[in-house]
């Protein structure tokens, strides 16, 4: 049991913070349904505290007295630069506070209160909106219950702000009517919760017993109270039903809420889930700034959008989020008051999923068999699975599994008769004889050419532009009487269709598939049947394209405005489909956040294919990303060569 934590002891608080909050990830994120339902708020709090954990790393490394407020203050500075999302601005202030409690020694039971206190300002400070059933309402409580205790020894304050922060999380559903409909907790509440847990560990040497919060579980029977069987488990009612037994919620001075008054909050908060509608969400880092340009900027972000925060790390950074419109006017807005860095910016037309609440791991029987069935095709020919990612950059670099197999001999050959006018009539199935017919497949990058081909396509090489006459010749070329185009995104819809008519003739059957990218030509490729006849074939290769969700990461190599701001050379961009809508400073962090993008929609396997300018490092980076957040699914990995594009990625 510790009296007190000095500057290594906060380190080690801080890695341990980091390590639960890997654990607890995923429900976190499933439980985010405020401000915007994208699931993001534990993975966003875990990049806040592995920035800050990392900056504080290298400051004790520098240092020759690592003492709590250097560490405290080096955790702050970090989380305040690498915030990531709303909750990781907050969480940034909640270690400022410890660092301005801290200045004059180590972390003790009253410097714990008064670190609880200051955050508490700080974060409420730093919104322009604050909104109660939220991490803010949470950490209110957490420093009320610490500051009740008469004789604040370090285990006792500890243990009384994780005990009220956990009663406070239970009530949220109940401040805010958002919650209450989805049947979960605060997301951002249920992450500061692991901190003080963690902090509680630390100093007793045994972290508090907690429940898993999982949607429409009961108030009642949430982490404050001890499972009868001591394991970790989850006690689950339908989402937004009304009989949750709640205790009356509570202002910031204890007082009970009146129902009138919950009411008008859930209230309004539902209307205002209806009515906003953000495209963006948009931070950076701000310095050369003070305390009153960066009031300023709040309220001018406050016109812009909402979900506004502009906090600083008690130094010269500060840090600035928002969710608006306008993203290219929200960075204007930064630049007024100072210099402007870490440019981040997100679309929600990625993150947010379509529709209701996304479970993970749900399927209907018919999507789940379809996904199974490409997968079997997908590992039947030599894809690289990558559970196991320790070996993904060997066999990246070698060759081994970056290519489809060849057909086993005698799987393929031509078929003379049974056709006529270009048709095969009948199943031909059903006689015994495989259809007369191609697959003609537009293919950047040499690796990519050989996957193609090994699969039995024949390639149009793509490297540079293709135009229409250059398509229709190839297709002009092809022996067979019935051919299947993978154009892979080198032409417009528009001169497709042109193509596509002017290729048809009395001898010849040409269908365009609608692949708008190697990945997603892939993956039809791998569902190609010439048993089957020519309509079914394109069918089921046309629908394994289109459910194939499609991105692409690049570096950007001049200075650009995209659809989501300005980028600068070197920045990474994330794509989905043509449209940019991630921009990050770092190309393998903009490759993360895209990932968590078009993964945070459901998925079952991962493609990558890797570009001329990338080697295995990058491979083995994003592969073991996907495998350490989201388990279960699949990765493949295809060396493929093209210029264009750092990665290609393909969610089924």
Do not use: K
Request: charged share 25%.
């Amino acid at each position: 049991m510790r009296e007190s934590l000095d500057g290594p002891d906060l380190l080690v608080w801080a890695c341990g913070c980091r390590t639960d909050l890997e654990l607890r990830r995923a429900e976190i994120d499933a439980l985010n349904v405020f401000p915007i339902a994208d699931a993001d708020t534990g993975t966003n709090l875990l990049a806040t505290m592995r920035a800050a954990v990392a900056t504080a790393e290298r400051a004790v490394l520098d240092a020759q007295d690592a003492t709590s407020h250097l560490v405290a203050q080096a955790l702050a500075r970090g989380a305040t630069t690498g915030a990531r999302g709303n909750s990781g601005i907050i969480l940034s202030q909640v270690l400022r506070g410890i660092a301005e409690a801290v200045v004059a020694g180590p972390l003790t039971g009253a410097r714990l209160q008064e670190a609880l206190r200051r955050s508490a300002v700080l974060v409420r400070t730093g919104l322009s909106a604050p909104v109660e059933g939220t991490i803010l309402t949470v950490l209110d409580r957490a420093a009320a219950a610490a500051a009740e205790v008469a004789e604040p020894s370090l285990e006792e304050v500890a243990r009384a702000a994780a005990e009220g922060a956990a009663r406070a999380l239970s009530r949220t559903p109940t401040q805010l009517g958002v919650l209450r409909a989805a049947g979960v907790v605060d997301a951002g509440a249920r992450g500061l919760l692991v901190l003080l847990d963690c902090l509680v560990a630390e100093v007793c040497g045994e972290a508090p017993a907690r429940v898993r919060y999982t949607r429409g579980e009961r108030a009642d029977q949430g982490p404050h109270r001890r499972p009868d069987d001591g394991d970790e488990q989850g006690v689950t009612l339908p989402g937004g039903s009304g009989d949750i037994d709640h205790e009356p919620a509570r202002d910031g001075e204890g007082e009970a809420v009146s129902d009138g008054r919950e009411q008008r909050i859930r209230d309004d908060h539902d209307h205002r889930d209806r009515d906003a509608d953000p495209h963006f969400e948009v931070m950076y880092v701000i310095s050369g700034t003070d305390e009153t340009a960066a009031g300023g900027l709040r309220d001018r972000l406050a016109v812009l959008g909402d979900s506004v925060v502009v906090v600083g790390d008690g130094d010269s950074t500060w840090s600035a989020h928002v969710h608006c419109r306008d993203a290219g006017a929200a960075i204007e807005a930064g630049l007024a008051v100072g210099t402007v860095t870490s440019i981040r910016i997100e679309s929600f037309a990625v993150t947010a999923p379509h529709s209701g609440h996304h479970e993970p791991g749900h399927h209907d029987h018919g999507h789940h068999a379809r996904g199974a069935d490409r997968l079997g095709a997908r590992h039947a020919r030599g894809g690289t699975g990558a559970r196991d990612n320790s070996a993904v950059c060997a066999q990246f670099a070698s060759g081994a599994g970056d290519r489809l197999s060849r057909p086993a001999e005698g799987d393929v050959f031509p078929v003379t008769g049974g056709a006529r006018d270009g048709r095969v009539f009948g199943d031909p199935a059903a006689r015994g004889v495989l259809a007369d017919r191609g697959v003609l497949a537009v293919v950047a990058g040499a690796a990519a050419t050989r996957l193609f081909e090994d699969a039995g396509a024949v390639v149009l090489r793509g490297d540079r532009q293709v135009d229409t006459s250059t398509l229709l010749t190839a297709i002009r070329r092809m022996p067979h009487r019935e051919v299947l185009v993978l154009p892979n995104g080198a032409l417009p819809a528009q001169e497709l269709v042109a193509v596509g008519v002017a290729a048809r003739d009395g001898s010849r059957d040409v269908l365009l598939l609608p692949s708008a990218s190697m990945v997603q030509g892939l993956a039809a490729l791998a569902v190609h049947d010439r048993g089957r006849i020519a309509v079914d074939d394109a069918f089921a290769m046309s629908e394994a394209a289109a459910t194939m969700r499609w991105g692409a990461l690049r570096a950007a190599r001049v200075r650009a405005l995209t659809m989501v701001g300005m980028c600068s050379p070197g920045d990474g961009l994330g794509l989905v489909g043509q449209d940019v809508v991630v921009i990050d400073p770092d190309v393998v962090g903009a490759g993360r956040i895209l990932l968590d993008r078009m993964l945070g929609l459901g998925g079952e396997l991962v493609t990558l294919l890797m570009g001329a300018d990338t080697g295995p490092e990058l491979a083995q980076v994003l592969a073991e990303h996907v495998t350490a957040g989201f388990p279960g699914v699949e990765v493949v990995v295809y060396s493929g060569g093209q210029q264009a594009d750092l990665v290609q990625i393909g969610v089924e």
